[in-house]
């Protein structure tokens, strides 16, 4: 196949956030991209729009690879072929193209999320040598408060943050990851209570997005992570509450006692060394 592998910096965001569109149209989750949204994933997510790829086929555009890169680790941010190109080898071409620019530019390693349901996705990464970490699970529903917490205290997000960093896994996914949620500015808000931490992406929203918790090594097993929730949920009556399926399944159990219903889909974390 004549494949060439444009930057999506050189591609145009506009033209490339349609072709991501059209490559999504179809998915479990729809996302009408913008360039508006390629610019929001760059600060936040470290998406690295020169190292980002559109796939041409014979000059015309067919799908497009998002990368985020931190130091020696490449991340696949999002990938998506659109219909009428799909079972071609689009997909397993660029991921060839992709892992050979990693190891050419010095990275260690590549790591993904991809939802578990989409078997063909699932199997494309694999035959290129990425492994499962951990699955990754989301929740949902109104949630139970208890009575508002006079002790619940604002903070700083990017304090939240360093908490990640020094106190969390050491391979969280990287939306979870301190230095992911560090980038988070209003109206993301962090709460502390009794030494649990709490991340909210939006609370004015009629459904909040539970984004990061974490406790304090030391005050851990003592139930606070379970009363900070509660204590936000009463903070914000009347809300919707959703965790998006990035959180490790090990670590879930926590939303279930705040009473969030797991949600169907999830996802794997995958790794590969380069």
Do not use: C
């Not at 059209?22 to 009408?32: A, L, M, N």
């Not at 649990?196 to 030391?218: D, F, S, Y």
Request: hydrophobic share 50%.
């Amino acid at each position: 196949m004549n494949d060439e592998y444009p930057a999506v910096l050189d591609f145009g965001l506009e033209r490339a956030a349609e072709v991501l569109t059209r490559g999504f149209s179809d998915y479990y989750i729809k996302v009408p991209f913008t360039a508006a949204m390629l610019v929001q994933l760059a600060r936040t997510d470290s998406v690295d729009l020169q190292a980002s790829r559109v796939i041409q086929r014979a000059g015309t555009p067919v799908g497009v690879a998002l990368i985020a890169r931190r130091g020696w680790t490449s991340r696949l941010a999002a990938m998506a072929v659109v219909p009428e190109a799909r079972r071609s080898g689009a997909g397993r071409a660029v991921m060839e193209q992709l892992l050979a620019e990693a190891r050419a530019r010095g990275d260690r390693a590549m790591v993904l999320e991809v939802i578990e349901q989409n078997m063909p996705a699932v199997r494309l990464y694999e035959a290129t040598g990425f492994a499962k970490v951990r699955r990754l699970v989301g929740y949902a529903g109104a949630g139970e408060a208890d009575p508002p917490a006079a002790a619940l205290v604002e903070e700083d997000p990017r304090a939240l943050a360093t908490l990640v960093i020094r106190d969390g896994l050491p391979d969280l996914p990287w939306q979870l990851s301190g230095e992911t949620l560090a980038q988070m500015t209003p109206p993301a808000l962090a709460y502390r209570l009794e030494g649990a931490w709490v991340m909210l992406v939006n609370p004015g929203a009629a459904a909040v997005t539970i984004r990061a918790l974490i406790t304090e090594h030391g005050r851990r097993q003592q139930g606070r992570a379970h009363a900070v929730l509660r204590a936000v949920m009463a903070r914000y009556p009347g809300k919707a509450w959703k965790v998006p399926a990035i959180w490790p399944e090990e670590l879930g159990g926590v939303f279930a006692t705040a009473g969030l219903a797991r949600s169907e889909l999830s996802q794997w974390q995958m790794t590969r060394a380069l």
